[in-house]
């Protein structure tokens, strides 16, 4: 736009969103609207913001996210409820770690260089920078959150509540350590939890792998989706109720390339109609052959090292990465007469959520969470009503989740996070304690000699605990009691099992109560072609640049009204041309009544029914039903209808009829 006609636009009364909401918004904070008092006589009303990855800046989800959020606050602070929205940023272990590694990479540094001390400093420092940049977001959206009580899943009083919890699980036996397998990103250099894995679909193969039997020229043929990882093999096994291969049950083959000897054993495991019925068994590189190898008391043999490459135990392999390996191993198998054949096969494989490379099962001590009888309440909660999801499909997703849960794997490999509360002397004694051990909890050691666990705990073991650790869990009693639990947790669908339902448990579990009431899962924000709107596809749009053009009461009315009850949105630029021509509709009848009132202050008390002519009266039953429809959409969490109901009566009764007939030269 030209500056001559914007200067006509000012001149002729347009709203202009940049000169006024900034000034509205100070004015707001200065007065302390937001700030919640936990003394009030009032009945709460409580909402924790889902806290942002201090990674990056905020996106369309969380501007389509927090626009609900504040709708319900502002709802419930204009009913008299004492009111208090929760802002916080989440510290995002690995996400973080990962970007500061690279910037060190840039510099020709790495952060086993500098050392754990600096480069804790160094990702503190860029996270903090980050932090702010992500609440003056949350402000320029116009958020009315309660910013006395923001929060952050690193600060003292958050990291205080993780170490009590561990503490707390610890000894109740519900954490343990165990050699297990856990899935590992070798990108990341860090085990992830089952939840943190995603599946993707590809066309692979199926390698058939001929395994000479022992003193014998017959062989027996496995089909496998990895044939690398019969460096690692210790067995084959078969079905016990298959015929075919009983008479082999207790030999054994020997496995190419290696010349290894290995047993066969049969394993109810094993599916007679995959490939040949016959299965090689890896137990340090396999879930299912791992409790294999248990059963049959098998050798645990490890091939890979923690970048994905192979180790001592690949032999003539020892260095290559894992697909380079795959590549020569093929080759050879192939030369010296042990590959039967290769078929098409489609793979669902397992990936990094962060990074998405393809996952490893992997065998390493890792520290777990038993969740069975944590779940159990949670559980109960949903199925009883007591925590209820809009859309209410969503519980069958929750309950499928939890009623199949397994355990949980919390230890990080890396050095950004809470560091686990756990400290060992020299002779292996193990001691947890929330802070360093003092000499009264240690005796007979020093404590300045006791070396903490060098992991971190997963970053969904600190926000777990959100819905109360934000509200002083277990030290600020006053706000505890006046706020918990939540009332309503507004999130995304792809979190419900990472985050959702996990807070659940933990309400249950630490505080003896469920954490919201409500879960109100809004849909995923998505481009005018329908494919979901992210960084790397680069078709985002930055809701900064749709507040800097048309202001942030535009950006919030277009967003709801363009998100359909229970759907995923479909956006573009121009979605928010209804925005803008909504908010400056509003904008110039206000000027209008403004002019007609005057000095007068409305008195709604004074007015007599019998001076109201009849387009008065009309208006008024037309604004009590749009009331009653907003109250029943919003009391069933259809916010884009009860939005739907505000416009339609805002630009065609009020506007198009009602102004219209007020206006001087239509009374006559």
């Known amino acids: ?114 050392g754990r001390e600096k480069f804790v400093e160094r990702t503190q420092n860029w996270a ?93 043929t496995v089909a496998t989706t990895r044939p690398e990882t019969m460096l690692g093999d210790t067995a084959l096994a078969v079905s016990p109720k298959d015929s075919r291969f009983k008479k082999y049950v207790g030999k054994k083959v020997i496995l190419p390339i290696l010349e290894r000897e290995i047993p066969i054993v049969a394993d109810s495991y094993v599916d007679p109609e995959f490939g040949t019925g016959v299965v090689k068994v890896t137990p340090a590189h396999d879930p299912n052959d791992f409790e294999i190898g ?22 003539k392999f020892k260095g290559l990465k894992r697909y380079d ?11 010296k007469g042990h590959l039967d054949k290769i078929e098409d096969y489609d793979l669902s494989a397992g990936t990094c959520y962060r990074c998405h490379n393809i996952v490893e099962p992997y065998l ?10 944590l779940a159990k309440p949670a559980i109960d909660a949903v199925k009883n009503g007591e925590i209820k999801f809009h859309p209410d499909y969503w519980s069958k997703t929750y309950l499928h989740w939890m009623e199949n849960i397994r355990d949980w794997c919390i230890s990080r490999q890396l050095w950004w996070g809470h560091r686990i509360p756990v400290w060992y002397a020299e002779d292996g004694t193990m001691f947890i304690s929330v802070g360093r051990p003092t000499a009264e909890q240690c005796k007979g050691y020093d404590p300045e000699s006791l070396v903490q666990d060098e992991d971190v705990l997963d970053t969904w073991f600190s926000s777990w605990l959100w819905p109360f650790s934000t509200l002083g869990w277990p030290n600020n009693e006053e706000d505890l ?33 469920l954490p919201f009431t409500d879960v109100y899962i809004h849909g995923t924000v998505r481009d005018a072609n329908g494919v979901k709107m992210s960084k790397s596809l680069g078709n985002g749009i930055d809701p900064l640049e ?3 053009k048309y202001g942030a009461d535009a950006l ?13 949105p479909w956006l573009s630029k121009n979605t928010f041309e209804v925005g803008r021509n909504f908010i400056n509709k509003l904008h110039q009848v206000s000027r209008f009544v403004m002019m007609r009132i005057g000095d007068k202050k409305p008195d709604l008390n004074s007015v007599n029914a019998d001076d109201l002519v009849i387009f008065d009266r009309w208006i008024l039953s037309r604004l009590q039903r749009a009331v009653e429809s907003v109250n029943k959409s919003m009391d069933e969490y259809r916010l884009s209808t009860a939005s739907k109901t505000v416009y339609n009566f805002v630009w065609n009764d009020f506007c198009s009829w009602y102004v219209e007939l007020m206006k001087p030269d239509k009374q006559g």
């Not at 943190?196 to 062989?219: A, F, Q, T």
């Not at 919030?556 to 995923?568: E, K, N, Y």
């Open 556 to 568: 919030r009315i277009s967003m709801v009204l363009s998100t359909p009850d229970g759907q995923d």
């Open 1 to 114: 736009m030209s500056k001559q006609n914007e200067n006509k636009e000012i001149k002729s009364g347009a709203y202009q969103a940049s000169e006024i909401e900034p000034k509205i918004y100070q004015d707001w904070l200065d007065n302390n609207y937001f700030t919640a008092d936990n003394k009030s006589k009032k009945n709460p009303y409580s909402l924790v913001i889902p806290p942002p990855n201090v990674t990056s800046v905020l996106h369309l989800g969380h501007a389509l996210n927090n626009t609900i959020q504040d709708i319900l606050i502002r709802k419930h602070r204009m009913q008299g409820y004492e009111t208090t929205w929760i802002p916080g940023v989440d510290h995002t272990g690995i996400a973080t770690q990962v970007i500061v590694e690279k910037q060190l990479i840039q510099e020709g540094s790495t952060r086993r260089e500098i």
């Open 481 to 513: 009691k006046a706020f918990y639990p939540t009332k309503v947790l507004s999130t995304g669908s792809e979190i419900i099992f990472l985050w959702v339902a996990r807070m659940v448990m933990a309400g249950y579990e630490f505080v003896g109560g």
């Open 128 to 220: 903090e920078l980050n932090k702010g940049k992500i609440l003056h977001q949350l402000e320029k959206m116009g958020c009315s959150c309660d910013w006395s009580r923001t929060a952050y899943t690193l600060d003292d009083g958050l990291t205080s509540a993780v170490e009590q919890v561990f503490k707390h699980l610890y000894e109740k036996g519900y954490i343990y350590r165990g050699h297990r397998i856990v899935n590992w990103c070798i990108s990341c250099q860090t085990s992830l939890s089952d939840d943190e894995v995603e599946h993707e679909d590809s066309k692979s193969h199926l390698w058939y792998i001929k395994y000479k039997l022992k003193g014998s020229d017959d062989y027996l």
């Open 546 to 548: 749709i507040i800097d």
């Open 364 to 373: 390493s001590d890792q520290w777990f969470v038993k969740m069975s009888e």
């Open 325 to 335: 390996c795959r590549k020569q191993l093929v080759k050879e198998l192939e030369e």
């Open 294 to 315: 248990r059963r049959h008391d098998l050798e645990e043999i490890n091939i890979l090292n923690i970048d994905g490459t192979i180790n001592e135990n690949g032999g």
